[in-house]
């Protein structure tokens, strides 16, 4: 009962104990509640004398309806226990997929750290030191523990994420590039894969921390600044949108003199004289450096000047590119054709990890809006039309086949980045150096291909009649009859924890048996403290 008065929502209680008649009547309605009674007189008396005591006691350690919700919560975290070190706190809270670096729960972190600095030996979180820390953040706890996530089974699908990764591993094709100096450099053994989804729940495996340089992953970012900054009009009166067919750095326009599109060399080299055209190359590096950070979630983004260098000193082709565009006048009047191959070196030289660019490509899966801050960094249009162009023309020589057997917008790059889109549920960032023929990472590409194989992520997926794949955004199928075993069981035993636990998850607590049995009904022949919890629920007062 000590459990059971410390986690009694004090603004149920009230209703309760004012609502006698209710109660009795609800009583009424349903006689079979109290065969096991020797009076209902006797056992109404049973039942308002735990109530009202349970709801003195809370009194006592309530102040607001809200430290009710916290109560629950934190049993349920604990699983019914009144202590826990704060290192379980933090495993249940990644096996949601939140993690404690995310700055959403910043707040929250920063004081359980405080407490730990002001405690000697381990620390243990109790319901007071719950509620002191996780009062801004109660609604997004709530979130990722009820299971109202994007991805509701996590740790489930992260684990199937870990083993795709190792089968990938084994991949040992591929050459690293070498026409960029510093580009040879990285060692072929490196592997790493990070996702975010649109709620923020992340996971990383591999070599994730490694910065390596955008190369061509910026294109897409930098076209969807442009749009965003000066719509799809103006963008595309100086490129086109159609697949090129041809190579990425081949001297090559379309029929009207445009590059064919922002996601081969010269349509990249030409998005960058569209970028704040009238500001010097210093104010426009900063502004596209501010937009990348912001779409990062402000994790790590640097720029190596090494690599800008070996760029500029190994682009011939390039600069080949950009005379061709000139002669043909495709730059906006004013534009600097050197300034804008300069900046676009520049561009191309940021450096993320994998970490940050997955936030990145959640950003575009998110519609503009940065998962882990929900911050807008870019227009919808923007992004509608940036991973339009990224599934038709995001991976070089490979695009087609990537529509086909992936169906999912992707970027790739020199470095061995694939960035991958999920639209509405998750960003992906795969490194690997090893490049294939065209120029992608041989393990990304197979990583991807592995991914789609095994959930229905590819945009035809879902057609009707399809063969069926897991699908990570629902719960198992079977779920709604475990559900009414688990929570029959747990009235019936009178397991008030776990119907603590079943009630925050959302669990539907009317769910019926075979006999048309409700938890309420088994609760109420067993008596007490079950019978208590269930109550507010037959009231119509389970939702806050």
């Given amino acids: 009962m000590h459990c059971l008065r410390a986690l009694r929502l004090s603004k149920l209680l009230q209703v309760i104990s004012k609502n006698t008649n209710t109660t009795r009547n609800?009583?009424?309605?349903?006689?079979?509640?109290?065969?096991?009674?020797?009076?209902?007189?006797t056992f109404l008396r049973r039942t308002y004398t735990h109530i009202d005591h349970s709801y003195n006691k809370m009194n006592m350690h309530s102040t607001s309806p809200s430290s009710g919700v916290e109560n629950m919560l934190f049993y349920t975290i604990t699983e019914g226990r009144d202590q826990v070190p704060i290192s379980y706190f933090n495993a249940?809270?990644?096996?949601?997929?939140?993690?404690?670096?995310?700055?959403?729960?910043?707040?929250c972190m920063e004081k359980l750290g405080q407490a730990m600095t002001d405690s000697v030996g381990e620390v243990m979180m109790d319901r007071d030191l719950f509620h002191r820390c996780v009062g801004g953040n109660i609604v997004l706890l709530i979130q990722a523990f009820r299971k109202k996530f994007i991805i509701p089974e996590f740790d489930v699908f992260a684990q199937k994420i870990d083993e795709i990764y190792k089968t990938v591993q084994e991949q040992s094709d591929g050459q690293v590039a070498d026409y960029i100096p510093q580009l040879a450099k990285f060692s072929p053994e490196l592997w790493g894969v990070s996702l975010c989804t649109v709620d923020g729940q992340r996971h990383s495996v591999g070599d994730t921390k490694q910065p390596f340089c955008l190369q061509s992953c910026v294109k897409p970012l930098q076209y969807a600044i442009a749009v965003h900054e000066s719509g799809t009009e103006n963008v595309h009166n100086y490129v086109g949108m159609e697949p090129s067919g041809l190579?990425?750095?081949v001297l090559s326009l379309d029929e009207e003199d445009k590059p064919h599109n922002p996601m081969v060399?010269?349509?990249?080299?030409?998005?960058?004289?569209?970028?704040?055209?009238?500001?010097?190359?210093?104010?426009?590096?900063?502004?596209?450096?501010?937009?990348?950070?912001?779409?990062?979630?402000?994790?790590?983004?640097?720029?190596?000047?090494?690599?800008?260098?070996?760029?500029?000193?190994?682009g011939d082709r390039n600069f080949a590119i950009g005379y061709y565009m000139k002669e043909k006048k495709c730059f906006p009047p004013g534009a600097d054709m050197i300034d804008a191959l300069d900046f676009y070196f520049q561009l191309c030289s940021i450096e993320v990890t994998c970490e940050s660019g997955s936030v990145m490509a959640a950003t575009l899966a998110n519609g503009g809006i940065c998962p882990i801050t929900g911050e807008r960094v870019l227009s919808a249009e923007a992004v509608r039309n940036t991973l339009s162009l990224m599934h038709s023309c995001g991976m070089y020589d490979f695009s087609g086949q990537m529509a086909f057997h992936v169906g999912l917008p992707a970027?790739?790059?020199?470095?061995?980045?694939?960035?991958?889109?999920?639209?509405?549920?998750?960003?992906?960032?795969?490194?690997?150096?090893?490049?294939d023929r065209v120029g992608n990472s041989v393990r990304g590409i197979h990583f991807c291909q592995e991914l789609v194989s095994q959930f229905n992520f590819h945009n035809y997926d879902n057609l009707r009649h399809f063969v069926k794949k897991q699908d990570p955004r629902r719960q198992d199928g079977d779920d709604r009859n475990k559900s009414v075993f688990n929570l029959m069981f747990a009235a019936f035993s009178g397991d008030v924890s776990a119907l603590r636990r079943f009630a925050l998850s959302s669990v539907d607590m009317d769910l019926k048996d075979y006999?048309?049995?409700t938890a309420l009904h088994i609760a109420s022949a067993e008596g007490g403290a079950t019978f208590q919890l269930m109550m507010p629920c037959s009231l119509g007062m389970k939702k806050l």
């Avoid at 249940?92 to 707040?107: F, H, M, V």
């Fill in 26 to 41: 609800f009583l009424f309605m349903h006689p079979a509640c109290c065969l096991i009674r020797n009076s209902t007189t």
């Fill in 92 to 107: 249940a809270l990644k096996k949601t997929g939140l993690q404690p670096s995310d700055p959403r729960l910043r707040e």
């Fill in 247 to 249: 190579k990425f750095n």
């Fill in 265 to 314: 060399n010269a349509g990249a080299i030409l998005i960058s004289s569209l970028i704040k055209p009238l500001s010097n190359k210093a104010e426009k590096f900063d502004y596209v450096m501010e937009f990348v950070k912001k779409m990062a979630g402000q994790e790590y983004v640097g720029f190596s000047n090494a690599t800008f260098q070996s760029e500029k000193e190994t």
């Fill in 411 to 435: 970027k790739s790059g020199v470095s061995g980045a694939i960035l991958l889109v999920i639209p509405n549920v998750t960003g992906v960032m795969c490194w690997s150096p090893p490049l």
């Fill in 515 to 517: 006999d048309s049995r």
